[in-house]
């Protein structure tokens, strides 16, 4: 089999540049446990409402005792609810959510902050915010006719 | 007038793949207007959502299915220098999947089944849409099946020959087709078909998305492999030059067909149901991927000097200006291969495990696609029309100066399209909205963008007028031509091909495995577990 001097420099090249990617993905995910939001947990969606967790009075934002946070939000046909939360800054937040009806979108733009939100599971993420203001969570999942309207605020607050 | 054998078939398949591709472009121009709110009165929810299922459908599964089909009895017929044995085989596949896009096409224009071309389970359509999905991809498998039929026939009258580049890889790509087109089907069969008739309550979306996204991604390089041939057998041609290394160019093919299959979960980095580890395991397959398509980039600018140099062109850079580029698909080739270097570095960003929460299911993801698909692919699409239809019809084309502004026009609107959709994505557009009623400060910077993204989709539109018209009249055109097409040679000619990259036997045997690791435990597991189904829901 023939291959070119020049062609064999290309194929190493880029063979070490793809492996080196992964590399540097490998060290954040394996090192510095950056990983995307998996959570292999199921829920029974048509009766959400009932569920400890998810019931309306369970809702929202709650201090544990170690001072993280953690919010509760549920992502249905049109909101996130409850519709406005508020987190301090430079905390560890994890974020705990599901949906009662059909595919949402979770994603905060301007802080990295997304996940799906998939009907019979439940969506968790860790995050920690390194700034205050205010930010708006958007549905980014085509989930029916009123999708576009699919949005709430969140706001960062100092600690 | 000469005759090609399989002429009906071939433009059979063609003329349904450009007919679609027409019809779903006059949607795409609705949707940027739509989206950029210029006409508050079109911004109708359901017209939007129905609209963005149908472009995407008969520009994902239509248009490129058949013109894959129409493409590989083309390379096949002209590479082996062999007629199509039992035609009435592949105008049954023909039939089937036109049946199917019929069906599937009237629900969707009817306005049930705005699901999105992902299907999106609980959101439910009609089940007649579900059904022509599955006969469209059916219909393909006949191709498929059709396509290693006669390179293993061929190969068989002509023993210890090398098969022609051209037809090595339809047939990767028709082996790489039957293997991730299942995915779908087995979603379509056993959980989407059923449950919309009402025979089952429910689906269990995390098994629905993880079946849908075992054929997401390998699904497009079914549409980007004849590109890429195209840039291998026939740039390299008409430019006058070489294929640089042919041995490369079977070894990229077959990586690609390989290992493009089980790395599908990179689509599902934001869902939860599926364990971290999965996704970097399929994290890897994906930047893997990308080396083939590496590969290709220089084997084909390699051609290109050779061509280049053969014309007289001198130093580093002379060759360049002696290529001719007034030859549509050499100039094709070239558009296609910057689109692709441009969506290629984007893809680095959605393949990345921690890097995609920023872009997942933004407007850059649709900037991304259309540049990968639409650009780098559909443009090799259209300068293999070129090429091609003088051979089969045995008429010149009707103007090469329309064909070369055509092309030229694709290039500039898709980059006038796609390169705000990036930028908004970033700002964090959504994707798939039919309008953005947002507070004032998420919608900042958003509007200069979205006026380039209209600009950029009527380019694309009279781009696409030009084309089927150039395609229409050559019909018409008195002017013949021969239908003569010869195999590209090669630099160095392997004195005879070892088996491995003569064929596929080992190659099919080790994606199995591979599909097994990639996916077997990830869709056991929705098996293993307590899952709740859900019910169906209207959108
Ligand atoms: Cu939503
Ligand atoms: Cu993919």
């Given at each position: 089999m023939h291959i070119d001097k020049l062609e064999k420099f290309w194929i190493w090249l880029t063979t070490i540049t793809a492996f080196a990617a992964t590399g540097v993905l490998g060290f954040y995910a394996l090192h510095l446990n950056i990983h995307p939001p998996s959570n292999v947990e199921t829920i029974d969606s048509s009766r959400l409402h009932l569920s400890k967790e998810f019931n309306e009075n369970n809702l929202g934002v709650k201090k544990n005792a170690d001072g993280s946070v953690t919010v509760t939000l549920v992502a249905a046909r049109y909101g996130f609810f409850p519709s406005h939360i508020k987190v301090p800054a430079n905390t560890p937040v994890k974020l705990r959510i599901a949906s009662p009806d059909v595919l949402h979108g979770f994603h905060v733009p301007g802080l990295n902050f997304a996940t799906m939100v998939i009907p019979g599971y439940v969506s968790e993420v860790h995050a920690k915010f390194p700034k205050t203001g205010e930010f708006f969570l958007l549905?980014?999942?085509?989930?029916?006719?009123?999708?576009?309207?699919m949005w709430s605020k969140l706001t960062v607050t100092n600690k | 007038m000469e005759k090609m054998h399989g002429k009906n078939l071939i433009l059979a398949n063609m003329w349904v793949a450009f007919t679609f591709f027409m019809v779903a472009i006059l949607l795409g121009v609705f949707q940027v207007l739509s989206r950029a709110g210029y006409v508050p009165g079109l911004q109708i929810p359901e017209l939007y959502f129905g609209s963005v299922s149908t472009h995407g459908v008969i520009m994902g599964f239509v248009l490129t299915t058949f013109a894959i089909m129409g493409f590989g009895y083309f390379a096949a017929v002209n590479s082996l220098k062999m007629n199509i044995p039992h035609k009435w085989f592949g105008w049954t596949g023909f039939i089937i999947a036109l049946t199917g896009t019929l069906m599937a096409a009237s629900m969707l224009l009817s306005g049930q089944a705005s699901v999105m071309y992902t299907f999106y389970p609980p959101l439910k359509a009609h089940p007649l849409f579900y059904a022509g999905a599955a006969l469209l991809v059916v219909g393909s498998w006949f191709w498929a099946f059709h396509m290693i039929w006669m390179m293993n026939k061929w190969k068989k009258e002509n023993p210890g020959e090398t098969v022609p580049i051209l037809m090595f890889g339809t047939v990767a790509n028709a082996i790489l087709w039957l293997f991730t087109s299942l995915g779908v089907t087995l979603e379509i069969l056993f959980l989407l078909l059923p449950w919309s008739l009402g025979w089952i309550e429910t689906v269990d979306v995390g098994l629905g998305r993880t079946l849908f996204s075992w054929t997401l991604h390998a699904i497009v390089y079914f549409w980007l492999i004849p590109a890429y041939l195209v840039l291998y057998a026939i740039v390299p041609k008409e430019a006058g030059g070489k294929l640089f290394c042919d041995e490369m160019a079977r070894i990229s093919l077959i990586m690609l067909m390989v290992i493009s299959v089980p790395i599908g979960m990179h689509h599902l980095y934001m869902d939860p149901f599926q364990a971290a580890g999965w996704k970097l395991v399929h994290m890897v397959g994906t930047l893997l991927v990308a080396l083939p398509t590496l590969f290709t980039g220089f084997t084909v600018l390699a051609g290109l000097e050779i061509a280049g140099r053969l014309a007289g062109g001198r130093g580093p850079f002379g060759w360049f200006f002696a290529v001719p580029w007034g030859k549509p698909v050499v100039l094709a080739g070239m558009l296609s291969l910057l689109m692709l270097t441009f969506g290629g570095f984007g893809g680095l960003v959605n393949a990345s495990y921690s890097l995609n929460a920023l872009v997942h299911n933004t407007q850059w993801i649709t900037g991304h696609f259309h540049l990968i698909f639409a650009g780098t692919s559909i443009i090799m699409y259209f300068a293999f029309a070129y090429y091609m239809w003088p051979k089969v019809t045995g008429k010149e084309l009707f103007s090469t100066k329309i064909a070369l502004w055509q092309l030229w026009l694709w290039f500039i609107g898709m980059l006038t399209l796609t390169l705000p959709w990036h930028y908004l994505g970033m700002l964090g557009q959504p994707r798939r909205i039919s309008s953005s009623p947002y507070p004032e400060v998420v919608r900042e910077g958003w509007a200069l963008q979205e006026l380039g993204m209209f600009i950029g989709g009527v380019i694309l539109m009279v781009s696409a007028v030009l084309f089927i018209y150039n395609l229409l009249r050559t019909h018409g055109n008195t002017i013949s031509v021969a239908p003569a097409f010869n195999n590209v040679e090669c630099l160095n000619p392997a004195a005879r091909m070892p088996a491995l990259l003569n064929g596929f036997g080992f190659w099919t045997v080790l994606i199995f495995f591979y599909l097994i690791v990639g996916y077997g435990y990830p869709v056991l597991q929705f098996f293993l577990m307590e899952t709740h189904g859900v019910e169906p829901w209207g959108i």
């Open positions: 549905c980014n999942e085509f989930c029916g006719l009123g999708h576009d309207h | -």
